[in-house]
């Protein structure tokens, strides 16, 4: 009887293990759910406007396919930068956030001429329905690139500062997380966009 109670008393005292995930990481995971919804509603209504007629078909710019190459290099510098903070390598994180932080601006330069190459062609934001879902899609994804341009260099200043190292890695983690959502995110987009030109 005595053990049968010591069990039961164990078991009661023993706290369960609870599921935690750090609070940032919770905002950031939800704030990137939203954005995933914002832009499935965006390709949802543009497949079914498409499909209503009056659609106006042209080619993307090329600029936007060597832009693609951009974001992805960019999505394995800020990879590196990661893996350099893990090892207390500031020197290399310092030099991979720089990089990716060059090949944003790139990738933002380069959507700025693709939107250039499409005016040449006659596809503004107001007027056809294909255009207009054309800017506003690449303008939405773009601003999202420019708040993690901002993220970057908010990273970047820690690293600096030395706050970033392998026993704190949560913000440059966040970032990256960021960084390859918004890379994968482009990369849907621009196929996307190939395929329901």
Not at 20 to 44: E, H, Q, R
Not at 93 to 116: D, M, N, P, Y
Request: glycine content about 6%; proline content about 2%.
């Amino acid at each position: 009887m005595e053990n049968f109670i010591a069990g039961d008393l164990k078991i009661v005292e023993e706290p369960q293990k609870t599921l935690a995930m750090n609070p940032k990481k919770f905002a950031m995971w939800l704030f990137i759910g939203s954005v995933v919804m914002l832009f499935a509603s965006l390709t949802s209504a543009y497949i079914v406007r498409q499909a209503e007629g009056n659609w106006l078909y042209f080619d993307l710019p090329t600029v936007f396919t060597v832009s693609t190459v951009v974001i992805m290099v960019s999505s394995l510098t800020m990879q590196l930068a990661y893996w350099s903070a893990k090892k207390n390598n500031l020197t290399q994180v310092k030099l991979l956030v720089t990089a990716t932080f060059l090949l944003a601006v790139v990738f933002l330069v380069l959507q700025f001429e693709g939107w250039k190459d499409l005016v040449a062609a006659n596809v503004y934001l107001v007027g056809n329905p294909s255009g207009s879902f054309l800017y506003v899609i690449t303008g939405l994804h773009g601003l999202h690139i420019i708040s993690a341009i901002l993220f970057l260099m908010l990273v970047f200043f820690s690293a600096v500062r030395n706050k970033i190292h392998s026993k704190s890695l949560l913000q440059i983690e966040l970032c990256t997380t960021y960084w390859h959502f918004l890379g994968g995110l482009w990369l849907y987009l621009f196929i996307f966009l190939l395929l329901y030109r």
